[in-house]
């Protein structure tokens, strides 16, 4: 039996590395885009805000017929690392997308004057900015991979069932048999094997990583790092030490270089729209024939769809939706109270730190399927009220993006700030308000976003979760509850109806209030910098 879980923990392993991978991968890329771009990032961060808000079974149809049915011999383990690229990816490209926002104007315009090339900016620029908040993130997917194994090992196609071989199907297997021994046997491999990786590898990252921050002050150690340091170097060299006069030169050799570019710029934009419109008439006449032929068929979905929303009642629809949205705040207002003061604490007491991180990564990775029943069979016996079990299902798949994104933020706070706080010995509450709480506050908003995906995410199960044959559910509305229940009727058409209604209040949100707390804390991050 130990040979087959080591053997299971190891290829759990492989792809979670394989994920992990191509997750910082994408992450890199369209976080940067985003981040720099400013016509990308209304189109993107909208579309990854709802794209991670969607439960994982809702990525099955993918990576089962699009990825088990094309590849005969790995399309079920490309489809299981696909699955588990959906719960490691999403809090990476917010995080990357945060780091490239907040680098400080005066280091682009530094940029701009030496003409870097766009390889030189990556290289020296956004990389370096980057890599910290990439590597703060890391933990967190890595606890929602295995917190999401199972689903991602076990593959539903049909009436079929495939598992692939992983300690996630394992432990399900084991759990099916009655074999505790063996889930208390696979569960220890586990949590040493986390212990290991996170003291030989993420810890070395982390640590590492210190080095590549926009500080102003620099410990001893860190001074040496050869890329950002010198760029930011350059900054201080212009813009503090010159006089006005050096300061007006700067200034007219940057507009200098504007004019030099303006044409070279404007005939680029014209040469990539005339390519954009040329591109987009080729896809009408080629598409075109296809697009007429399936009005019909789209017209009958948007019917049934609507003829849905009359039988349950855009009433009903709006009440489930309401309760649902008050449970995700409640959840992310008390993850937050909880967050702020416990990172705080574990930031000044590095000891502490070192002693509760690597527990904190085992409990965050304890598979859902294990958690869940034990936890709803409390609320299902009147122990606890089920409104709370509910908010308590949701922190559990979403608690870990607020806190190692706060711990990340409090993590990379400027030194000399610290280093004032000492000396005119501030107490603890104005060193969190003052201090940690404003270069914290965009790394904060990026967990409270990931976190608010893994809240709704989890919904359709903290809101009705059926084991052994019975169903905790909460007793008053919820869209989590409404979509379990229409996913057992095979409701479809209702069910597209829910997410297009999910989707609508995502979107709200991430215009209303996530953009614009990303803009504030920017804003106030480079007042202090």
């Not at 349950?312 to 937050?336: D, K, P």
Request: glycine share 6%; net charge positive.
């Amino acid at each position: 039996m130990l040979g087959e879980i080591i053997a299971a923990v190891t290829l759990s392993w492989a792809r979670i590395t394989v994920a992990l991978a191509i997750s910082a991968l994408a992450a890199v890329i369209i976080g940067i885009y985003s981040g720099i771009s400013r016509r990308v990032d209304r189109v993107v961060i909208p579309v990854l805000d709802i794209l991670q808000s969607v439960p994982i079974l809702g990525f099955f149809p993918v990576a089962v017929y699009y990825l088990a049915n094309a590849v005969p011999l790995l399309g079920y383990e490309l489809a299981s690392i696909f699955l588990i690229f959906t719960c490691t990816f999403w809090n990476l490209a917010f995080s990357v997308y945060e780091g490239a926002r907040s680098i400080p104007q005066s280091l682009v315009e530094v940029a701009e004057l030496s003409k870097l090339s766009m390889r030189d900016k990556l290289r020296k620029i956004y990389i370096p900015a980057i890599f910290p908040g990439l590597v703060d993130q890391l933990p967190a997917s890595l606890a929602n991979a295995f917190y999401f194994l199972a689903a991602s090992e076990v593959i539903t196609l049909g009436g079929a069932q495939v598992n692939v071989l992983g300690i996630g199907a394992l432990i399900l297997k084991y759990q099916e048999a009655g074999n505790y021994a063996g889930i208390a046997l696979g569960l220890v491999t586990v949590a040493l094997s986390i212990v290991a990786v996170y003291l030989l590898v993420l810890l070395p990252l982390i640590a590492y990583s210190d080095k590549y921050r926009f500080d102003i002050i620099q410990p001893p150690e860190v001074q040496r790092t050869p890329l950002i340091i010198g760029v930011y170097t350059r900054i201080k060299s212009i813009h503090a030490p010159l006089g006005v006069k050096s300061k007006r030169l700067a200034g007219l050799a940057h507009r200098i270089n504007l004019i030099q570019m303006v044409n070279t710029r404007y005939m680029r934009s014209d040469i990539r729209r005339l390519l954009f419109v040329i591109v987009m008439i080729g896809l009408l006449i080629f598409l075109g024939p296809r697009i007429y032929a399936s009005i019909d068929d789209a017209w009958a979905a948007v019917v049934v769809v609507a003829e849905a929303g009359l039988r349950l009642g855009l009433i009903s629809v709006g009440e489930a939706l309401a309760y649902s949205f008050l449970r995700v705040l409640v959840c992310l207002a008390l993850m937050t109270a909880l967050t702020l003061p416990l990172v705080f604490i574990i930031t000044e007491k590095p000891h502490i730190k070192s002693a509760l991180l690597p527990a904190f990564q085992i409990v965050a990775a304890l598979p859902s399927p294990l958690i869940f029943p034990l936890i709803s069979r409390l609320f299902e016996a009147g122990a606890l009220p089920r409104e709370f079990g509910a908010i308590l299902l949701m922190a559990l798949g979403s608690f870990w993006y607020v806190f190692y994104s706060a711990l990340g933020g409090f993590s990379h706070v400027h030194t000399e700030y610290l280093e004032l706080a000492k000396m005119y010995n501030l107490s603890s509450f104005k060193r969190l308000r003052y201090i940690y709480l404003p270069f914290a506050t965009p790394s904060l908003v990026t967990g409270l976003i990931t976190a608010s995906g893994g809240a709704w995410n989890t919904l359709i199960i903290a809101e009705r979760l059926g084991q052994g044959g019975r169903i905790f559910e909460v007793y008053s509305p919820g869209l989590g509850k409404l979509m379990s229940t229409l996913a057992e009727l095979a409701d479809i058409p209702a069910l597209v109806l829910t997410v297009i209604a999910m989707t609508i209040v995502v979107l709200l949100v991430n215009r209303l209030l996530w953009r614009s707390l990303y803009d504030y804390s920017i804003r106030a991050l480079r007042i202090h910098e």
